[in-house]
């Protein structure tokens, strides 16, 4: 009697080349990399992004950047930083470091830019939540996004998807 083995750990040629160019220290994704933390709800921690994200032009790249060196900060009612932020001071402070001049509430900021499809998201794009508007976050790309959520909660990236209520995107830069 002949049996034929199968393996249950197949490695694809693509996983194979990708674990070959990681391992010499080329990047093949804009996030080289993240960590988990926990719980990806929509109100707290997430994953935490360590590495920088491409953005599609200078402006957005900063504010990115900017928002994403915010990670773990408290979520603070009025905050726009540097000790603490609410989601609308994360979002204006991050496009003021950049040099782009944004309202400062999240109903506010929803009227600012153009408006952007969901399927066209980029880094630095702001989402809104909730109808009437009462939250925004920062798309991040990859289906993620950074925020600050609410009392007890830290400035994190979470999935979008984590976030029900989605209303809107706009694009400021």
């Given at each position: 009697?002949?049996?034929?083995?199968?393996?249950?750990?197949?490695?694809?040629?693509?996983?194979?080349?990708?674990?070959?160019?990681?391992?010499?220290?080329?990047?093949l994704t804009p996030f080289a990399a993240t960590a988990s933390t926990g719980d990806a709800g929509g109100g707290?921690?997430?994953?935490?992004?360590?590495?920088?994200?491409?953005?599609?032009?200078?402006?957005?790249?900063?504010?990115?950047?900017?928002?994403?060196?915010?990670?773990?900060?408290?979520?603070?009612?009025?905050?726009?930083?540097?000790?603490?932020?609410?989601?609308?001071?994360?979002?204006?402070?991050?496009?003021?470091?950049?040099?782009?001049?944004?309202?400062?509430?999240?109903?506010?900021?929803?009227?600012?830019?153009?408006?952007?499809?969901?399927?066209?998201?980029?880094?630095?794009?702001?989402?809104?939540?909730?109808?009437?508007?009462?939250?925004?976050?920062?798309?991040?790309g990859d289906g993620l996004m950074v925020h600050s959520s609410t009392y007890g909660n830290p400035v994190a990236?979470?999935?979008?998807?984590?976030?029900?209520?989605?209303?809107?995107?706009?694009?400021?830069?």
């Open positions: 009697m002949t049996t034929t083995r199968t393996s249950t750990t197949r490695r694809s040629a693509r996983g194979a080349a990708l674990a070959l160019l990681t391992g010499a220290g080329i990047a707290g921690t997430g994953t935490v992004v360590t590495s920088t994200v491409v953005a599609p032009n200078h402006a957005a790249q900063v504010a990115v950047d900017t928002a994403l060196a915010q990670q773990g900060k408290p979520y603070v009612w009025g905050g726009t930083g540097p000790g603490g932020y609410d989601c609308s001071g994360l979002t204006w402070s991050a496009y003021q470091a950049a040099g782009v001049e944004i309202p400062r509430t999240s109903r506010a900021q929803s009227t600012a830019g153009v408006h952007v499809d969901r399927a066209n998201l980029q880094p630095g794009d702001l989402i809104f939540f909730y109808d009437p508007v009462g939250h925004v976050g920062m798309y991040i990236v979470v999935p979008v998807d984590s976030m029900w209520g989605y209303n809107t995107a706009r694009r400021v830069a």
